[in-house]
């Protein structure tokens, strides 16, 4: 992500701070001054800590909107006890963000460079994994959890720079349920929000992912080239 803030002069002081501390934050390097911030988001010391408190609640306020996303209530989404019900509420809180802060979110993912990852928006990705990995140990998932997430983060993205394009107030969410519905409905399969199983049972490749994504968590009992033999082979199977 390399945005030219000089370009975003719609967007409002405290916007280019959150996108300026992200600029920093993708070096891995948190040591950045506050100077250094207030230069790249033109802007001067106060605002900062008129908006912020300080560097360290701006740094929170950046990293927040990765690590609330696909999280239980609890913090983990292990410790859900419904995590099909966790990717919908998931789903709704980034849409949310991206409709309460429009010029950080639109700079922050329009802002992207060929290539090149954004490394700031990364743990939402990284705990939408982690939330489709006990998704997958349910038997839930009809395709392996990175797979599913590229797929939900993609269309989640899609529909909230969507949604900021429309009017507010001509503003349909009923889109965003929609296109939910149907991006989750591509990745799981019919066990979810309390329907009857779909045939006979889950099919080998949802079996393969499940039992696939039960490995990845303990793998116990096997020698490092009996896990690494049966990962290859429960992805094998997870692809039919």
């Excluded at 996303?69 to 983990?76: A, T």
């Excluded at 889950?202 to 896990?227: F, K, Y």
Aim: proline share 6%.
């Amino acid at each position: 992500m390399d945005t030219d803030l000089r370009a975003a002069g719609g967007a409002s002081a405290r916007d280019r701070l959150l996108l300026a501390a992200a600029q920093l934050l993708e070096t891995g390097d948190r040591s950045f001054s506050t100077r250094a911030v207030c230069d790249l988001a033109g802007v001067k010391a106060p605002t900062l800590y008129h908006h912020f408190g300080n560097k360290q609640g701006l740094v929170d306020a950046v990293l927040l909107h990765g690590f609330t996303q696909y999280v239980s209530p609890s913090g983990s989404p292990e410790a859900s006890s419904d995590p099909v019900r966790d990717l919908r509420h998931g789903w709704d809180r980034h849409v949310e963000f991206g409709l309460d802060h429009p010029s950080f979110y639109t700079l922050l993912y329009g802002g992207v460079e060929p290539g090149r990852p954004c490394t700031v928006t990364a743990p939402a990705t990284d705990m939408l994994v982690r939330l489709l990995d006990e998704v997958a140990r349910r038997g839930l998932l009809r395709v392996p959890p990175a797979e599913a997430a590229a797929q939900i983060l993609a269309a989640n993205v899609g529909v909230t720079l969507s949604l900021i394009a429309q009017p507010e107030g001509e503003r349909d969410l009923r889109l965003s349920e929609r296109v939910r519905e149907a991006a989750l409905a591509a990745v799981l399969t019919g066990y979810g929000e309390g329907r009857a199983p779909e045939g006979d049972g889950p099919s080998r490749a949802t079996a393969a992912i499940a039992l696939a994504a039960a490995v990845e968590r303990d793998d116990s009992g096997l020698t490092p080239g009996e896990s690494l033999l049966l990962r290859e082979l429960l992805a094998r199977l997870g692809e039919a």
